[in-house]
C-alpha cells in the first residue's frame, strides 16, 4: 500500500499520497543492447488530492536493469526527467512580477543542463527583486546589493552577495579565457533555493501581512456597522 509524504509543487499543500493517487510502472527496454547496457524506464505519476488542485506529477528515470530469480527489476538511475511541471520550480504566486517569475522557472528548469546559465538567471531575478521590491536601482547589482546592506538581516544578505557573486561566472567573461570555473547543479539549486526564501520572505509575507491588516479592518467596520444599526434601533 502506498504511503508517500508529498509536497505537491502547483498548490504547495503538503500531503500523504495513497495509492488512487499513486501510479508506478516499470518497464525494461527490450532491444538489441546499446551504451546503456541492459535498461528499463521507470515511471511515477502523482494526482494531487486536494480538491482545489488535482494537477498530475510526472517523471520518469532511465536505469540500468537486473535479473533477480527470475525477474527484471530496476537498478542504476542512469537519466532521469521531471516532465510534469517541467522542473521542481515552486509554483509562485500571480502577483510576484512576471520577469521575476520567467528567470526564476527557467534557472529552475535549465539547472541540470547548464548550472552555470542557471545561476546567471538567479542573479538576474534577484537584481530584479531588489529593484522592484526594494525600489533600489543603480548601474551595478553590487551597488544595489551594498545599498540593500543596511535594510535586512545580516546572514541574508552575505547569501544574496553569494548569489551575485556565482552568477558572474555566466554573466562575465574571465579576462583569462583560459580559465574554467564550472558551476555544478548542487551549487545552482543552493541559488535557486535563496531566491525561493527571498520570494517568501519578502513577497508572500507581505501579501500575507496585507491580507491579514484588509481582514482587520473589515472587522472593525463590521462592528461599527453593527454598533450604528443598534444604536439607531
Known amino acids: 500500500m502506498t504511503n508517500l509524504n508529498f509536497t505537491c509543487p502547483y498548490c504547495n499543500q503538503p500531503?500523504?499520497?495513497?495509492?488512487?493517487n499513486y501510479f508506478e510502472e516499470w518497464t525494461r527496454i527490450v532491444?538489441?543492447?546499446s551504451d546503456k547496457g541492459d535498461a528499463g524506464l521507470f515511471s511515477q505519476a502523482?494526482?494531487?488530492?486536494?480538491?482545489?488542485?488535482?494537477?498530475?506529477?510526472?517523471?520518469?528515470?532511465?536505469?540500468?536493469s537486473?535479473?533477480?530469480?527470475?525477474?527484471?527489476?530496476?537498478?542504476?538511475i542512469l537519466q532521469e526527467w521531471q516532465l510534469l511541471p517541467e522542473s521542481e520550480a515552486k509554483v509562485l504566486p500571480d502577483y510576484i512580477p512576471q520577469a521575476i517569475q520567467n528567470d526564476y522557472y527557467e534557472a529552475c528548469r535549465i539547472r541540470d543542463l547548464s548550472p552555470k546559465a542557471s545561476a546567471t538567471l538567479a542573479r538576474r531575478c534577484l537584481q530584479g527583486m531588489i529593484r522592484d521590491f526594494w525600489r533600489i536601482k543603480k548601474k551595478?547589482?553590487?551597488?544595489?546589493?551594498?545599498?540593500?546592506?543596511?535594510?535586512?538581516?545580516p546572514i541574508v544578505w552575505e547569501g544574496i552577495d553569494v548569489v551575485r557573486s556565482?552568477?558572474?561566472?555566466?554573466a562575465h567573461m574571465e579576462k583569462d579565457i583560459n580559465i574554467i570555473v564550472d558551476v555544478e547543479p548542487?551549487?545552482?539549486?543552493?541559488?535557486?533555493?535563496?531566491?525561493?526564501?527571498?520570494?517568501?520572505?519578502?513577497?508572500?509575507?507581505?501579501?500575507?501581512k496585507e491580507d491579514h491588516m484588509a481582514e482587520l479592518k473589515e472587522l472593525v467596520k463590521s462592528k461599527d456597522e453593527k454598533k450604528n444599526k443598534k444604536d439607531e434601533d
Open 166 to 170: 556565482v552568477g558572474n561566472i555566466g
Open 46 to 64: 502523482i494526482t494531487c488530492p486536494n480538491h482545489k488542485c488535482g494537477k498530475m506529477w510526472l517523471h520518469i528515470q532511465l536505469c540500468r
Open 186 to 208: 548542487k551549487e545552482a539549486q543552493l541559488l535557486i533555493g535563496l531566491i525561493e526564501r527571498l520570494i517568501n520572505d519578502w513577497y508572500i509575507a507581505r501579501k500575507n
Open 31 to 33: 532491444i538489441a543492447e
Open 66 to 76: 537486473r535479473i533477480i530469480r527470475g525477474s527484471w527489476y530496476k537498478d542504476k
Open 15 to 20: 500531503t500523504t499520497i495513497t495509492d488512487p
Open 140 to 153: 551595478r547589482l553590487k551597488d544595489e546589493i551594498d545599498a540593500l546592506e543596511e535594510k535586512i538581516d
